[in-house]
């Protein structure tokens, strides 16, 4: 009931409301104005979609149900815009340098006020509240602040979903405060770009600022938990995807972009843990996600039938090219970018074990690698110290064609194949791995998904994806473990002479070597690369792990 209604002003005045327990913590917290700003917390689905549709540019509805969304200009993260707040709490346990850089406490204030003010311009902000992490002991409660509904979807697909029981008196551990389409000052201190993405583990909060990529939320969300987890429950955080057999033993999917994480943890024979981030605790594995962020470039129902069904309603698509008549999107158009993506709950994939946990310790782990020089075996057992080797150089290549100048395939290394969002020095992670790894009993493998026969520039060929997973299959039979090994030379990895339905040539790139370029000196020349890169991690490492690499 509005009262004083006129001519001037036929609605008349509305008089003060009851505010809900949530417009109070954000009235308290952040002095989000809840008089003049609609706050909507929680909202469904559809009601997120027909804001989308309402409110922003670009939002559409494609043939399969879901909702296509564009992020803008930024298209994909922005690593060199990412800041940690240097403060008393975490300064010492923080690897500060190239991937962590410190941001002072003032800079922070500045920032995030000018997200607020941002907040309290717009008509209507949505909150989203869910939880990180399956395992209630270690789950930690977020709560997402935007100005767009594509944001709140995105986020409520990516956090777990808690019940509307749950949801009467949430209250948060951490808030991002998502201002994505305001720039940050480049005139504050240290600020690089009119980008900024910070958190602040002792305010224990999150400020985005001239960004609208969504996957910076969920990245952040995962830095904290490469901090909160080994600091203070003494549990690993992993960028890996996981899934777990009939009879319930675990397997560990380490991996760079491109080389098979995804796609070889979607098992039609085992159940689906999580795809992308998990935490290994004292009783088993958990996922730390509700949903998959899955890429779209190529996608198609032959290739992978799990990923291209969970496309429909509930799903977000980002920055996907349609046709505007039929609306059916072309997986192969990268008109706006290569880094097409969807987000969808992760019940969308059949055969999802759910709840995401398992409490089972694992039984393999498997680095993944795309090793595009043709050097690296299709499989390889590693014993503890090579397996710390190998997950802090994170090693797998980047192709020839993706960039401008890049000709031949270029190495790539990413420590903990997580280096853009950790939070602790690598060798802090991989101490934690080796550990439980022993205690467990766990076997450790290098699988190279890249190129058998020669390298992608000398004449060689994909492994085959049947090969792939004949190998793994081999892996979760325990057969792969039993049979007879030999030593590859210069990287001394223990190479099986035998694998159930895979060519026993193809196993030793020694033997199935047809390329141009001389085996001998690729093979030293990855070593090479290997040995330069861990020179940055050598003052940490033990001599026994520094001994597991290449001996040139």
Same mark, same amino acid.
């Given at each position: 009931?509005?009262?004083?209604?006129?001519?001037?002003?036929?609605?008349?005045?509305?008089?003060?409301?009851?505010?809900?327990?949530?417009?109070?913590?954000?009235?308290?917290?952040?002095?989000?104005? *809840?008089?003049?700003?609609?706050?909507?917390?929680?909202?469904?689905?559809?009601?997120?979609?027909? +804001?989308?549709?309402? =409110?922003?540019?670009?939002?559409?509805?494609?043939?399969?149900?879901?909702?296509?969304?564009?992020?803008?200009?930024?298209?994909?993260?922005?690593?060199?815009?990412?800041?940690?707040?240097?403060?008393?709490?975490? /300064?010492?346990?923080?690897?500060?340098?190239?991937?962590?850089?410190?941001?002072?406490?003032?800079?922070?204030?500045?920032?995030?006020?000018?997200?607020?003010?941002?907040?309290?311009?717009? &008509?209507?902000?949505?909150?989203? +509240?869910?939880?990180?992490?399956?395992?209630?002991?270690?789950?930690?409660?977020?709560?997402?602040?935007?100005?767009?509904?594509?944001?709140?979807?995105?986020?409520?697909?990516?956090?777990?979903?808690?019940?509307?029981?749950?949801?009467?008196?949430?209250?948060?551990?951490?808030?991002? *405060?998502?201002?994505?389409?305001?720039?940050? &000052?480049?005139?504050?201190?240290?600020?690089?770009?009119?980008?900024?993405?910070?958190?602040?583990?002792?305010?224990?909060?999150?400020?985005?600022?001239?960004?609208? =990529?969504?996957?910076?939320?969920?990245?952040?969300?995962?830095?904290?938990?490469?901090?909160?987890?080994?600091?203070?429950?003494?549990?690993?955080?992993?960028?890996? $995807?996981?899934?777990?057999?009939?009879?319930?033993?675990?397997?560990?999917?380490?991996?760079?972009?491109?080389?098979?994480?995804?796609?070889?943890?979607?098992?039609?024979?085992? !159940?689906?843990?999580?795809? +992308?981030?998990?935490?290994?605790?004292?009783?088993?594995?958990?996922?730390?996600?509700?949903?998959?962020?899955?890429?779209?470039?190529? @996608?198609?129902?032959?290739? /992978?039938?799990?990923?291209?069904?969970?496309?429909?309603?509930?799903?977000?698509? /980002?920055?996907?090219?349609? +046709?505007?008549?039929?609306?059916?999107?072309?997986?192969?158009?990268?008109?706006?970018?290569?880094?097409?993506?969807?987000?969808?709950?992760?019940?969308?994939?059949?055969?999802?074990?759910?709840?995401?946990?398992?409490?089972?310790? %694992?039984?393999?782990?498997?680095?993944?690698?795309?090793?595009?020089?043709?050097?690296?075996? %299709?499989?390889?057992?590693?014993?503890?110290?090579?397996?710390?080797?190998?997950?802090?150089?994170? *090693?797998?290549?980047?192709?020839?064609? #993706?960039?401008?100048?890049? #000709?031949? %395939?270029?190495?790539?290394?990413?420590?903990?194949?997580?280096?853009?969002?950790?939070?602790?020095?690598?060798?802090?992670?991989?101490?934690?791995?080796?550990?439980?790894?022993?205690?467990?009993?766990?076997?450790?493998?290098?699988?190279?998904?890249?190129?058998?026969?020669?390298? !992608?520039?000398?004449?060689?060929?994909?492994?085959?994806?049947?090969?792939?997973?004949?190998?793994?299959?081999?892996?979760? $039979?325990?057969? @792969?473990?039993?049979?007879?090994?030999?030593?590859?030379?210069?990287?001394?990895?223990?190479?099986?002479? #035998?694998?159930?339905?895979?060519?026993?040539?193809?196993?030793?790139?020694? #033997?199935?070597?047809?390329?141009?370029?001389?085996?001998? /000196?690729?093979?030293?020349?990855?070593?090479? @690369?290997?040995?330069?890169?861990?020179?940055?991690? $050598?003052?940490?490492?033990?001599?026994?792990?520094?001994?597991?690499?290449?001996?040139?």
């Amino acid at each position: 009931m509005s009262v004083n209604k006129t001519a001037l002003h036929p609605g008349g005045v509305e008089p003060q409301h009851e505010h809900t327990e949530i417009e109070e913590e954000l009235h308290e917290r952040a002095h989000i104005d *809840y008089d003049r700003v609609a706050i909507i917390a929680n909202p469904s689905v559809p009601a997120l979609y027909e +804001d989308a549709l309402v =409110y922003e540019t670009g939002s559409a509805i494609t043939s399969s149900g879901a909702l296509s969304a564009y992020s803008g200009a930024k298209t994909g993260r922005s690593p060199s815009d990412k800041r940690i707040v240097k403060e008393e709490s975490s /300064e010492n346990e923080i690897w500060w340098g190239p991937v962590n850089k410190p941001m002072s406490p003032d800079v922070w204030r500045i920032n995030r006020e000018r997200a607020v003010d941002y907040l309290n311009t717009r &008509n209507r902000i949505y909150v989203v +509240d869910g939880f990180a992490g399956w395992d209630e002991r270690y789950r930690i409660n977020v709560r997402v602040v935007c100005a767009r509904a594509y944001h709140a979807l995105f986020m409520r697909n990516m956090l777990i979903r808690p019940s509307r029981k749950q949801l009467e008196h949430f209250h948060p551990d951490y808030v991002i *405060y998502n201002a994505g389409a305001f720039p940050a &000052n480049r005139f504050t201190t240290g600020m690089t770009s009119s980008t900024s993405v910070a958190v602040n583990f002792a305010e224990k909060e999150m400020v985005i600022l001239g960004t609208e =990529y969504a996957g910076e939320m969920k990245k952040g969300i995962f830095t904290v938990l490469f901090y909160e987890m080994p600091v203070k429950h003494n549990v690993l955080t992993l960028h890996s $995807s996981a899934n777990e057999g009939q009879s319930g033993d675990v397997t560990v999917f380490f991996g760079l972009s491109g080389t098979g994480k995804t796609t070889l943890s979607a098992d039609p024979k085992r !159940a689906l843990i999580g795809d +992308d981030e998990h935490c290994w605790s004292d009783t088993g594995v958990f996922n730390i996600e509700g949903g998959c962020y899955a890429k779209c470039i190529g @996608l198609s129902a032959e290739k /992978e039938p799990d990923i291209f069904n969970a496309i429909k309603f509930g799903s977000i698509l /980002e920055n996907v090219v349609f +046709d505007p008549v039929t609306r059916t999107v072309d997986y192969d158009d990268t008109t706006l970018t290569e880094n097409t993506r969807c987000a969808y709950p992760i019940e969308y994939i059949e055969n999802t074990k759910i709840p995401c946990v398992s409490t089972n310790h %694992p039984t393999n782990i498997v680095l993944l690698t795309c090793d595009a020089r043709g050097v690296l075996p %299709p499989i390889s057992k590693l014993n503890t110290e090579q397996t710390m080797y190998h997950f802090i150089s994170g *090693y797998t290549s980047k192709m020839a064609g #993706t960039e401008q100048g890049v #000709t031949e %395939p270029q190495a790539t290394f990413s420590s903990c194949f997580a280096q853009p969002f950790l939070a602790l020095h690598p060798m802090r992670y991989a101490k934690m791995l080796a550990e439980k790894m022993k205690e467990h009993k766990v076997n450790a493998w290098l699988l190279n998904t890249g190129w058998v026969g020669a390298g !992608a520039a000398t004449g060689g060929s994909r492994c085959p994806l049947k090969y792939t997973r004949a190998i793994l299959d081999a892996i979760h $039979s325990g057969e @792969l473990a039993k049979v007879e090994y030999e030593t590859y030379e210069t990287f001394n990895l223990s190479v099986p002479k #035998t694998c159930p339905n895979v060519p026993n040539e193809l196993l030793n790139p020694k #033997t199935s070597w047809t390329g141009t370029a001389d085996f001998k /000196e690729e093979v030293t020349k990855l070593g090479g @690369l290997f040995t330069e890169n861990f020179k940055k991690y $050598s003052d940490q490492a033990t001599d026994e792990v520094i001994k597991a690499g290449p001996t040139l």
